[in-house]
């Protein structure tokens, strides 16, 4: 009876032990390497500043509907001019973002395991189009504050709500888009994480 038994439990260690060879040494050893974690860094933290700057024109847009209900022409003025260069500053930001990316890029196949290195790949493929969609928002956030622009300084008609009304729900829904990707990209980064634990 004790034979078997013995059999089992040496079996099982056999198992055990492939499993481990196969898993520790035949796998490799787990590398991410650090240009990779550098512009990981970099691109988490230029993907935050965007989202918050996309965040910030958004709620400006309350306050320059405002100033054009009370009829208040050169605040509303001046708060398009601001988000006109913060356009410009959020563009600079997303052509960071993209180098940053390419760097990552760069670096994936370094990476292990092949789960991590897939996993990378990923994380970087939503955060590229998160950037496309930026790319989109920016430019409909800039039309919109140039048509503003326009209507405030009497060069198109007073009532141009449909344009506007356009606009803005095209903005609204690059703005969805891209916190949406931002957290897909977050949550997928998270999971690479898992790997080196």
């Known amino acids: 009876m004790k034979?078997?038994?013995?059999?089992?439990?040496?079996?099982?260690?056999?198992?055990?032990?492939v499993f481990a060879f196969v898993r520790f040494v035949?796998?490799?050893?787990?590398?991410?390497?650090?240009?990779?974690?550098?512009?990981?860094?970099?691109?988490?933290?230029?993907?935050?500043?965007?989202?918050?700057?996309?965040?910030?024109?958004?709620?400006?847009?309350?306050?320059?509907?405002k100033y054009d209900a009370e009829h208040n022409v050169n605040e509303a003025l001046i708060a398009v001019s601001k988000e006109l260069i913060l356009s410009k500053d959020v563009s600079q930001r997303a052509v960071a973002l993209s180098n940053e990316l390419a760097k990552m890029a760069q670096q994936i196949p370094n990476i292990r395991p092949a789960d991590a290195r897939d996993t990378a790949s990923e994380a970087i493929t939503y955060e590229v189009n998160l950037v496309s969609r930026l790319i989109a928002y920016n430019d409909s956030l800039r039309e919109l504050f140039e048509f503003l622009r326009s209507k405030f300084t009497g060069?198109?008609?007073?009532?141009?709500?449909?344009?506007?009304?356009?606009?803005?729900?095209?903005?609204?829904?690059?703005?969805?888009?891209?916190?949406?990707?931002?957290?897909?990209?977050?949550?997928?980064?998270?999971?690479?994480?898992?790997?080196?634990?």
Do not use: C
Request: hydrophobic fraction near 45%; charge should be neutral.
């Open 3 to 17: 034979h078997p038994v013995k059999t089992i439990v040496w079996a099982l260690i056999g198992v055990v032990l």
């Open 26 to 65: 035949l796998a490799g050893p787990k590398i991410v390497p650090q240009e990779f974690v550098d512009a990981r860094t970099a691109s988490v933290g230029l993907a935050e500043e965007i989202v918050f700057l996309a965040n910030k024109s958004l709620a400006s847009l309350e306050t320059i509907s």
């Open 155 to 197: 060069k198109l008609p007073a009532d141009t709500d449909g344009k506007v009304r356009e606009l803005i729900a095209k903005i609204n829904a690059s703005a969805n888009a891209i916190n949406d990707l931002n957290v897909t990209f977050n949550e997928t980064l998270k999971k690479f994480d898992s790997y080196y634990r």
